[in-house]
């Protein structure tokens, strides 16, 4: 089992930046591909990107490819998600997941909140 605690979210302005964190405890962080999760509000979650067990891998939705960059640091059992040119259309609850594929999550983090302003 893993738990996950994810930082780093708030409020910006259109084209800024934030830099989200999800620290996992536990020592099989290695053991899972982890992703990150958007829900705004009225909305369905959906997937934004997706990162393999020893970052050489990792997938994007279409809406923030280009944008955001996803990476991982196994040492300090850490995933970050960099998001540059923030769009008001990107806020929402940011949730990260740790799970056996890109897409899917088994542990979820309790969420941050992004908010971009126009």
């Known amino acids: 089992q893993v738990q996950l605690v994810e930082s780093g979210g708030g409020l910006v302005q259109a084209g800024g930046s934030l830099r989200l964190s999800c620290a996992a405890s536990?020592?099989?962080?290695?053991?899972?591909?982890m992703n990150w999760f958007r829900q705004a509000p009225g909305k369905e979650r959906e997937f934004v990107s997706g990162?393999?067990?020893?970052?050489?891998?990792?997938e994007y939705a279409d809406s923030v490819k280009g944008r955001f960059t996803i990476s991982r640091d196994n040492v300090k059992n850490t995933v970050f998600l960099q998001m540059n040119s923030l769009k008001p259309e990107d806020t929402a609850v940011y949730y990260c997941?740790?799970?056996?594929?890109?897409?899917?999550?088994?542990?979820w983090g309790q969420g941050t909140q992004v908010t971009v302003s126009s």
């Open positions: 997941a740790a799970g056996r594929t890109t897409r899917r999550g088994g542990y």
């Open positions: 990162i393999s067990r020893s970052g050489s891998y990792s």
């Open positions: 536990g020592r099989t962080f290695s053991t899972y591909v």
